[in-house]
């Protein structure tokens, strides 16, 4: 009789214990289900920036004027929009032939727009400019969040938006732009007419 109330105590404990491991282990799956939910809702709210979504709209200080500059600002125009940063070795190779495109189609409609991820002073970024001859526009997002609404993996990557504002290509890493591949491209778009204008008749 005894050793059958210690056999039924040392199973009640072993049931005990295993019931707590399930309810942390159902604990623990809620818990990665409410995560996961959040970021799909996060990224469901932002979307997915890629080819054909919209470009998303961001405020960055021009580091020329130091006045806050926008996508908005651009609307209408073909843009060339690179995320980079100063200490990015790829990012300065590649710079100088995004002078060379917007030296060839600045002229016809082209805008670059350079956004700076760098946490040093706008001066310092200026300097960097200056020194390497750059003259398109040149903006600083210290805080990266320019980086969080495209989603980028890193620096550089550049999105050419089109008139309309919709993302026509993206491209990860450094690009040599004044190729004559990527050259006909943009001068496609530079072309082309909004679409609001296209219904419009003008």
Not at 3 to 28: C, L, N, P, Y
Not at 135 to 151: H, K, M, S, W
Not at 171 to 193: C, F, H, M, Q, Y
């Amino acid at each position: 009789m005894v050793q059958d109330m210690r056999h039924d105590s040392e199973a009640g404990r072993r049931k005990g214990s295993v019931d707590r491991q399930w309810v942390f282990v159902a604990t623990i799956l809620v818990a990665l289900a409410l995560v996961l939910g959040f970021g799909v809702a996060l990224t469901s709210d932002l979307g997915v920036v890629q080819p054909g979504s919209r470009a998303p709209n961001f405020t960055a200080v021009d580091v020329a004027t130091g006045d806050t500059a926008s996508l908005t600002d651009y609307a209408g125009s073909v843009v060339l929009l690179n995320i980079w940063a100063t200490w990015c070795k790829p990012c300065e190779e590649e710079m100088p032939s995004i002078q060379r495109l917007y030296e060839r189609l600045g002229s016809s409609g082209l805008r670059v727009v350079a956004v700076s991820i760098d946490k040093e002073s706008p001066a310092k970024v200026l300097a960097w400019v200056r020194q390497r001859n750059l003259t398109f526009d040149v903006l600083q997002d210290r805080v990266g969040r320019i980086e969080r609404l495209y989603q980028t993996t890193g620096v550089p990557e550049t999105f050419i938006i089109d008139r309309d504002g919709l993302i026509v290509k993206r491209v990860i890493g450094a690009r040599k732009w004044d190729v004559p591949a990527e050259t006909a491209g943009i001068k496609r778009l530079l072309a082309s007419k909004p679409i609001a204008d296209i219904k419009s008749g003008s």
